[in-house]
């Protein structure tokens, strides 16, 4: 089955260290999303791409988080400098970006900065 | 988007029908009602989507209400597997959302032996 893949699955890290995430969404799917779950807040939508651009990003704070598509096959989520409230899962999803299609989640990134 | 309000828990015994309930009180016409589940340590999962008829697939029925205000998803016969958190989304179909989904707190069903 088509499945989109999120690497690391688990990230250890220190405060102020720099945190990539990358995500293979599924073939052909032209829409991808980066959600983050916590305990408290819940799963929270932070970028979104369509066709590669960006179409909304206001979930994301700005100063240290950073998301880009730099081919079609390839979402990276950075975070510089990490700080110990960014300890969340990071999910990737995608989907065929038609409007009324149901999304494909990966598996996840555990991000633990200490 | 509309809000939805859905019980914090629910249980339900293993071979039994679960149902579980979602406001939706204030959907606007062109919007549809979205349920994704989300298994432990698993990003969430589709189940089933509608707009007003009644809709069944391999996994779940949706029932919404004449009046579309409220919905009902049903497992028709809960496993030790279904166990799991349960998203009641509304959304619009088309626009610029291009499938964007905003979760709440949803309801932790938990499915007894």
């Known amino acids: 089955d088509a499945r989109v893949t999120q690497t690391p699955r688990h990230k250890v890290t220190e405060m102020g260290q720099e945190v990539t995430m990358r995500c293979q969404p599924i073939?052909?799917?032209?829409?991808v999303f980066w959600y983050r779950q916590t305990m408290m807040q819940g799963l929270e939508l932070l970028a979104y791409?369509?066709?590669?651009?960006?179409?909304?990003d206001s979930g994301m704070p700005k100063d240290r988080f950073s998301a880009e598509m730099p081919d079609a096959t390839l979402a990276t989520l950075k975070i510089q400098p990490s700080e110990p409230r960014d300890s969340a899962v990071y999910f990737c999803?995608?989907?065929?970006?038609?409007?009324?299609?149901?999304?494909?989640f990966g598996s996840g990134t555990q991000l633990s900065v200490l | 988007d509309a809000k939805t309000t859905q019980p914090t828990s629910m249980d339900c015994a293993e071979g039994r029908a679960a149902n579980l309930p979602c406001n939706h009180s204030?959907?606007?016409?062109?919007?549809?009602v979205y349920w994704y589940r989300q298994i432990h340590s698993q990003g969430p999962q589709y189940i089933i989507h509608?707009?007003?008829n009644n809709e069944t697939n391999e996994m779940a029925s949706l029932i919404i209400t004449e009046d579309r205000k409220s919905s009902t998803l049903i497992l028709p016969h809960a496993t030790l597997r279904d166990t799991a958190v349960y998203y009641c989304?509304?959304?619009?179909?088309?626009?610029?959302?291009?499938?964007?989904?905003?979760f709440g707190q949803g309801t932790i069903l938990t499915v007894h032996p």
């Open positions: 509608g707009l007003k």
């Open positions: 999803a995608s989907g065929p970006g038609q409007g009324f299609e149901k999304l494909f």
């Open positions: 989304i509304v959304r619009p179909a088309g626009g610029t959302s291009y499938g964007k989904l905003t």
């Open positions: 791409f369509r066709n590669r651009a960006p179409l909304d």
């Open positions: 073939l052909g799917h032209n829409t």
């Open positions: 204030t959907i606007s016409g062109n919007e549809y």
